[in-house]
């Protein structure tokens, strides 16, 4: 069975979904579960493009064990040498570049001939192996590619010492027999296609980027570039957990599996949720709430009988467990640090009590405590930032004749503000009073609310979206109050404003 290599790219294409972008902090806390889950490649970001991005790929590079690391490089000079030299210490380490191969870029964007394209390819290729082993080159915009020509430039790039070539469908544009055809003929025409591997990276824009990576893999690629829940530029890129739940369970089709350790999924997408405020759609394949939930009466006379009738794919195999009741305000610390543990958690001490703490004070307003209930709290520190403000105390007077009116307490610095402000909603009076306190001017772009399970005392999660002086963050926040959330959510999003500032 052909073993396909997972070259995740979340932190890099997937980054570049409108309003998705990560610090360091939360790319590495990414990449530490990428690793969990079993990728062969992070492509952590690009090195050259901002000094934020320099840095999370020597972060990632430097602290996270397992995957190689890799940067994108444009094929310019200036690129190659920052990818290297911000991946320099990493143990495991790769460098992606890439140039347009499509007549339409050529003429259009770059205004340079063929055989400037392929000189300048071949020379970036030469100078990124002078510095490291292991090269990726991407032609890109290779679905529009003449085929004789990108032939010609792969031959050309493995000469050059690339060990990868990635066949890009950057617009999105094949679909799956055309793409099939296209990884076929490059194995018969490319003389040297043995000394490296072929890899795909699909673009979703017509819904096809899983169906085509999969035609790939039929007609001999070797590696798929994708994302967790498939985010990416515009309308994203394959999606990590489509693709590999179709190579694991049609495995008698393709002869192919990947490494992933497909427990780890439903963790992974949940975290990306959290970290780039992109929610999951309901009837996403796999990690969608709805992926395994069976509303028709025939259908669940099925599953009563016997599961395969109607599930070809285990929830517990991706890491999805039925909502279990776990523990209560009883619970102590060390049944705590057990079920983190078979929560799949390997938290520090300092993160294990930092979130006992959380439980203690849910554990106090809900009686019961589900899995997700504790995912959540763990999430919640993730990535976590100093904390300029904290909440200390809020109530607020509502209902449906009451003008909404919330008094806040807040830790600020070493002293104590209190201010009451009203508002349109309960939600809108507690904002104004924290911008009151805080003395910020941010703009909200983004507000969500969801229940993390059911029933009326379940724990609500809010995630906002602040802009200020063109800085955007995310903050998130989980009570059993829900204006309390939405309290938390927005002092963590000014929190990471006040610390981007110092920075
Ligand atoms: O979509 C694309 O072509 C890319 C390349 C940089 C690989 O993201
Ligand atoms: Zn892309």
Same mark, same amino acid.
Request: proline content about 2%; some cysteine; aromatic content about 4%.
């Given at each position: 069975?052909?073993?396909?290599?997972?070259?995740?790219?979340?932190?890099?294409?997937?980054?570049?979904?409108?309003?998705?972008?990560?610090?360091?902090?939360?790319?590495?806390?990414?990449?530490?579960?990428?690793?969990?889950?079993?990728?062969?490649?992070?492509?952590?970001?690009?090195?050259?493009?901002?000094?934020?991005?320099?840095?999370?790929?020597?972060?990632?590079?430097?602290?996270?064990?397992?995957?190689?690391?890799?940067?994108?490089?444009?094929?310019?000079?200036?690129?190659?040498?920052?990818?290297?030299?911000?991946?320099?210490?990493?143990?495991?380490?790769?460098?992606?570049?890439?140039?347009?191969?499509?007549?339409?870029?050529?003429?259009?964007?770059?205004?340079?001939?063929?055989?400037?394209?392929? #000189?300048?390819?071949?020379?970036?290729?030469?100078?990124?192996?002078?510095?490291?082993?292991?090269?990726?080159?991407?032609?890109?915009?290779?679905?529009?590619?003449?085929?004789?020509?990108?032939?010609?430039?792969?031959?050309?790039?493995?000469?050059?010492?690339?060990?990868?070539?990635?066949?890009?469908?950057?617009?999105?544009?094949?679909?799956?027999?055309?793409?099939?055809?296209?990884?076929?003929?490059?194995?018969? #025409?490319? #003389?040297?296609?043995?000394?490296?591997?072929?890899?795909?990276?699909?673009?979703?824009?017509?819904?096809?980027?899983?169906?085509?990576?999969?035609?790939?893999?039929?007609?001999?690629?070797?590696?798929?570039?994708?994302?967790?829940?498939?985010?990416?530029?515009?309308?994203?890129?394959?999606?990590?957990?489509?693709?590999?739940?179709?190579?694991?369970?049609?495995?008698?089709?393709?002869?192919?599996?990947?490494?992933?350790?497909?427990?780890?999924?439903?963790?992974?997408?949940?975290?990306?949720?959290?970290?780039?405020?992109?929610?999951?759609?309901?009837?996403?394949?796999?990690?969608?709430?709805?992926?395994?939930?069976?509303?028709?009466?025939?259908?669940?006379?099925?599953?009563?009988?016997?599961?395969?009738?109607?599930?070809?794919?285990?929830?517990?195999?991706?890491?999805?467990?039925?909502?279990?009741?776990?523990?209560? #305000?009883?619970?102590?610390?060390?049944?705590?640090?057990?079920?983190?543990?078979?929560?799949?958690?390997?938290?520090?001490?300092?993160?294990?009590?930092?979130?006992?703490?959380?439980?203690?004070?849910?554990?106090?307003?809900?009686?019961?405590?589900?899995?997700?209930?504790?995912?959540?709290?763990?999430?919640?520190?993730?990535?976590?930032?100093?904390?300029?403000?904290?909440?200390?105390?809020?109530?607020?007077?509502?209902?449906?004749?009451?003008?909404?009116?919330?008094?806040?307490?807040?830790?600020?610095?070493?002293?104590?503000?209190?201010?009451?402000?009203?508002?349109?909603?309960?939600?809108?009076?507690?904002?104004?009073?924290?911008?009151?306190?805080?003395?910020?001017?941010?703009?909200?772009?983004?507000?969500?609310?969801?229940?993390?399970?059911?029933?009326?005392?379940?724990?609500?999660?809010?995630?906002?979206?602040?802009?200020?002086?063109?800085?955007?963050?995310?903050?998130?926040?989980?009570?059993?109050?829900?204006?309390?959330?939405?309290?938390?959510?927005?002092?963590?999003?000014?929190?990471?404003?006040?610390?981007?500032?110092?920075?």
């Amino acid at each position: 069975m052909r073993q396909i290599k997972i070259f995740d790219t979340t932190l890099r294409d997937g980054e570049q979904s409108p309003g998705a972008s990560m610090n360091v902090q939360e790319k590495l806390a990414l990449a530490r579960q990428l690793a969990k889950l079993g990728v062969d490649v992070i492509e952590a970001g690009f090195a050259y493009s901002s000094p934020g991005d320099f840095e999370a790929v020597k972060t990632v590079g430097n602290e996270v064990e397992g995957p190689i690391i890799c940067s994108l490089a444009r094929a310019k000079e200036e690129d190659i040498r920052s990818a290297w030299e911000a991946l320099k210490d990493a143990p495991r380490r790769r460098i992606h570049t890439f140039h347009s191969t499509s007549d339409i870029h050529l003429k259009y964007q770059f205004r340079v001939s063929r055989e400037e394209a392929l #000189k300048r390819s071949v020379n970036m290729v030469k100078l990124a192996r002078s510095l490291v082993d292991d090269v990726e080159f991407s032609p890109m915009d290779a679905t529009r590619t003449d085929i004789n020509y990108l032939c010609e430039v792969v031959e050309a790039v493995i000469d050059a010492g690339a060990s990868t070539v990635n066949i890009p469908d950057t617009v999105g544009y094949t679909i799956p027999s055309e793409f099939g055809t296209m990884i076929k003929a490059l194995h018969e #025409k490319v #003389k040297n296609i043995d000394r490296a591997v072929i890899s795909v990276h699909c673009h979703n824009d017509l819904g096809l980027a899983t169906s085509n990576s999969l035609a790939a893999v039929l007609n001999g690629a070797g590696q798929i570039e994708c994302t967790i829940n498939g985010i990416g530029e515009r309308a994203g890129n394959c999606s990590m957990e489509e693709v590999v739940m179709a190579l694991r369970t049609r495995r008698d089709l393709f002869d192919a599996d990947t490494g992933i350790n497909t427990e780890e999924i439903m963790r992974s997408s949940r975290l990306v949720t959290k970290i780039t405020g992109m929610s999951v759609q309901p009837n996403k394949a796999i990690v969608g709430a709805n992926a395994f939930a069976h509303e028709s009466g025939i259908h669940q006379d099925g599953l009563l009988k016997e599961k395969s009738t109607y599930e070809i794919i285990r929830p517990e195999s991706i890491g999805l467990y039925s909502a279990k009741l776990v523990m209560g #305000k009883h619970s102590g610390r060390h049944a705590f640090k057990t079920k983190l543990k078979d929560l799949g958690y390997e938290l520090s001490d300092e993160e294990v009590n930092e979130t006992f703490e959380r439980f203690k004070r849910v554990a106090d307003q809900k009686k019961d405590i589900f899995d997700e209930d504790i995912e959540a709290l763990i999430t919640a520190g993730v990535a976590q930032v100093p904390e300029t403000y904290s909440l200390v105390d809020l109530s607020m007077i509502c209902g449906i004749n009451q003008k909404p009116t919330a008094a806040v307490k807040l830790k600020v610095g070493g002293g104590i503000i209190h201010r009451m402000e009203q508002g349109d909603g309960p939600v809108d009076a507690t904002y104004r009073a924290i911008a009151a306190i805080t003395e910020t001017k941010s703009n909200l772009l983004k507000f969500e609310i969801k229940a993390i399970t059911g029933g009326t005392d379940a724990l609500g999660e809010v995630m906002v979206s602040l802009e200020e002086d063109d800085r955007s963050v995310r903050g998130h926040g989980a009570d059993t109050d829900i204006i309390v959330a939405a309290a938390k959510a927005y002092i963590n999003a000014l929190n990471k404003l006040a610390a981007r500032k110092k920075h």
